[in-house]
C-alpha cells in the first residue's frame, strides 16, 4: 500500500500508564512489530488516499483483528477510555445494535463494548457485579447536503472513569459539537472482566455478531495514561 507503515504500540510513557495506539504512534512512544502482527493478523488493509486502515469488510467468519493487551482495562484502578474513528455504512449495520460491536472483550455477564446503531449513536457497556450496564451517545448530526459518499465517518470517543461512564460519538467534518452522555455506576460491587481476547468488529464470544467497517484510527489508553475522555 504505496509503502506506507502500519503500527500499533503498548507503550508506558510519561506515567505508569498502558496505551495501545492504531494510526500514528505518538513522539515518545515505541512500536512494537509483535503488537502490529497480533493486532493486524486477522484483517487486511486499506489505503484511504493519505493514511491505512483496517478492513473489516470481510465475510463474516474471517478472523478478527485481535488488540494485543497486556491486560483487562476493566480491571484498571483509574479507568480506561477508548477514541477511535471508524467508516461504516449505517444502512447495512443491523437494527439491534447489540448486533454490531465495533471493539468487544464482552462475554456472559462479563466484560466490555462499543457498539453502534444504526442511527449512527454509540453504545458503552460495561459490566459491575455480573449486571451490564450502557450508556448511548446523542444521535449524529445529519449529512451535509453535498455529501454522496458511502460510508459515515464516525468519531466514537468512551470512557470509564471511576464509577462513571460517558460516551459520545460525532461524525467527522461536522461543525456540530455532540455533548457527552454519561451514566452514575453503583459505588458497590467490583467490575466483572471477561477472560476472553479483546477483538475490533466482533464479539469473541458470540462471534456471529460483528460490524463490517473500516478502522482509520484506534487509541485504547489505561493505568493511569493520560487519557482522552468525552
Not at 445494535?97 to 455477564?109: D, I, L, M, T
Not at 468519531?155 to 467527522?172: D, N, P, Y
Not at 472482566?193 to 456471529?208: E, H, I, K, V
Request: hydrophobic fraction near 40%; glycine fraction near 10%; aromatic fraction near 6%.
Amino acid at each position: 500500500l504505496g509503502g506506507e507503515s502500519v503500527t500499533a504500540a503498548v507503550a508506558t510513557a510519561r506515567s505508569s500508564g498502558r496505551m495501545l495506539v492504531f494510526g500514528g504512534v505518538p513522539a515518545g512512544y515505541v512500536a512494537s512489530a509483535e503488537a502490529t502482527a497480533k493486532l493486524l493478523g486477522g484483517a487486511a488493509l486499506c489505503d484511504l488516499g493519505n493514511s491505512i486502515g483496517i478492513d473489516l469488510e470481510l465475510p463474516t467468519k474471517c478472523p478478527a483483528a485481535e488488540l494485543p493487551l497486556d491486560s483487562d482495562p476493566l480491571t484498571s484502578q483509574t479507568g480506561f477510555a477508548i477514541d477511535m474513528v471508524l467508516q461504516v455504512e449505517l444502512s447495512k449495520v443491523s437494527r439491534n445494535a447489540h448486533e454490531n460491536p465495533v471493539v468487544s472483550k464482552h462475554g456472559p455477564a462479563s466484560g466490555w463494548e462499543v457498539r453502534i446503531s444504526r442511527q449512527g449513536t454509540a453504545i458503552f457497556l460495561v459490566t459491575l457485579a455480573g449486571h451490564h450496564f450502557e450508556v448511548e451517545s446523542g444521535k449524529l448530526a445529519p449529512r451535509e447536503e453535498h455529501d454522496t459518499s458511502k460510508y459515515d465517518e464516525i468519531r466514537i470517543v468512551a470512557s470509564l472513569v471511576g464509577r462513571t461512564m460517558s460516551v459520545r460519538a460525532e461524525r467527522q467534518g461536522s461543525v456540530v459539537t455532540q455533548p457527552k452522555v454519561e451514566l452514575n455506576l453503583s459505588p458497590e460491587g467490583q467490575f466483572s472482566p471477561f477472560s476472553g481476547p479483546a477483538w475490533l468488529g466482533r464479539n469473541p464470544a458470540w462471534q456471529d455478531r460483528g460490524t463490517l467497517c473500516r478502522i482509520l484510527s484506534f487509541q485504547l489508553s489505561w493505568d493511569g495514561m493520560s487519557m482522552v475522555t468525552p
